[in-house]
């Protein structure tokens, strides 16, 4: 099975901060990864797909990149309603798919 | 507008069954899939298995082999998920997500989740 690592697990950030994650994944994935957004209480969000393809009424600020095993989530300035927990997921092996453990973004 | 609705919260004992329900609308179910997820308590994301809503193929993940059963109706577009032999580590909020049907896929369309709480 395909496993991801996020980095980092945790991280404090203040508002306007350029914010970075990382998703690591086993093995080569090509561009079969998503992120997603989740705030306390509620579901998960859809903010990225194909590794860099903003969903529909995403903010602009919020880019993806990377390709195989490697990528990155960036919030190019973080406002205040984007603390929460960030997903990424690989769906190269459908349909079986792989949650990473997590990045929880707070407020310095 | 495009959702999902899940039902209500439950609470079972330790060796119970649950089933929960997941209703599409806005949108042609049969033309996309289906999965479960799931989250323990303050933990983070399980996929649970998806379920085609054309034709009723299903995958599950490993560790629930045997334990899980997802499922569909058809005509009244609604997916279900039922879980037996429950122990403790069962208790989480279980979501149903569309599969949006994309190249690439993605989980575009998620439930507000339903609480399940396994205690004796």
């Known amino acids: 099975d395909i496993q991801l690592t996020q980095s980092p697990s945790f991280l404090s950030a203040s508002v306007g901060d350029r914010v970075t994650i990382t998703c690591r994944a086993s093995?080569?994935?090509?561009?079969?990864l998503a992120w997603y957004q989740q705030k306390p209480g509620k579901a998960p969000k859809l903010l990225i797909y194909?590794?860099?393809t903003l969903q529909s009424g995403v903010p602009s600020r919020f880019s993806g990149s990377g390709s195989g095993t490697e990528f990155t989530l960036t919030i190019s300035s973080l406002q205040p309603e984007d603390f929460a927990t960030y997903y990424c997921?690989?769906?190269?092996?459908?349909?079986?798919?792989?949650f990473g453990p997590g990045t929880k973004v707070d407020i310095k | 507008q495009v959702q999902l609705v899940q039902s209500g919260a439950e609470v079972k004992k330790p060796g119970a069954s649950v089933k929960v329900s997941c209703k599409a609308s806005?949108?042609?179910?049969?033309?996309?899939?289906i999965s479960w997820v799931r989250q323990a308590p303050g933990q983070g994301l399980e996929w649970m298995g998806w379920?085609?809503?054309?034709?009723?193929?299903?995958n599950y993940a490993q560790k629930l082999q045997g334990r899980v059963t997802m499922t569909t109706d058809t005509s009244t577009s609604t997916a279900y998920m039922e879980l037996r032999s429950l122990r403790s580590d069962d208790t989480a909020v279980y979501y149903c997500?569309?599969?949006?049907?994309?190249?690439?896929?993605?989980?575009?369309?998620w439930g507000q989740g339903t609480m399940v709480t396994v205690s004796s």
């Open positions: 379920i085609s809503a054309y034709n009723g193929n299903t």
């Open positions: 194909a590794a860099s």
């Open positions: 997500a569309r599969d949006n049907g994309d190249y690439f896929r993605a989980f575009d369309i």
């Open positions: 997921q690989q769906l190269n092996s459908y349909p079986l798919f792989t």
């Open positions: 806005g949108y042609t179910f049969t033309s996309y899939g």
């Open positions: 093995q080569g994935i090509s561009s079969y």
